[in-house]
């Protein structure tokens, strides 16, 4: 038996690290799978809020051209 794992204990410690990695890739494919989708929503909603500032800023500028145009 010794000397059965010390032929063979380079490839009994790969397997061994091969179902390791399987596994954790396993359990967590549904996360890596919802990364995309994820960096999407992160980049839209960065989008909209950039949108959202700028046409806060519009806004402004076009009270400012009003309430310029009432004291001429």
Same mark, same amino acid.
């Given at each position: 038996?010794?000397?059965?794992? #010390?032929?063979?204990?380079?490839? $009994? =410690?790969v397997? $061994? $690290? +091969?179902i390791?990695?399987?596994? +954790? $890739? #396993?359990?967590?494919i549904?996360?890596?799978?919802? #990364?995309?989708?994820k +960096?999407a ?13 700028e ?6 500028d076009?009270?400012? =051209? ?7």
């Amino acid at each position: 038996m010794k000397d059965f794992f #010390y032929k063979n204990n380079d490839i $009994i =410690v790969v397997l $061994i $690290i +091969l179902i390791a990695a399987g596994f +954790l $890739i #396993y359990n967590r494919i549904g996360i890596i799978m919802d #990364y995309p989708a994820k +960096l999407a929503e992160q980049q839209q909603a960065k989008a909209q809020a950039a949108q959202e500032i700028e046409d806060g800023e519009a806004l402004e500028d076009t009270e400012n =051209v009003k309430e310029t145009d009432k004291n001429q």
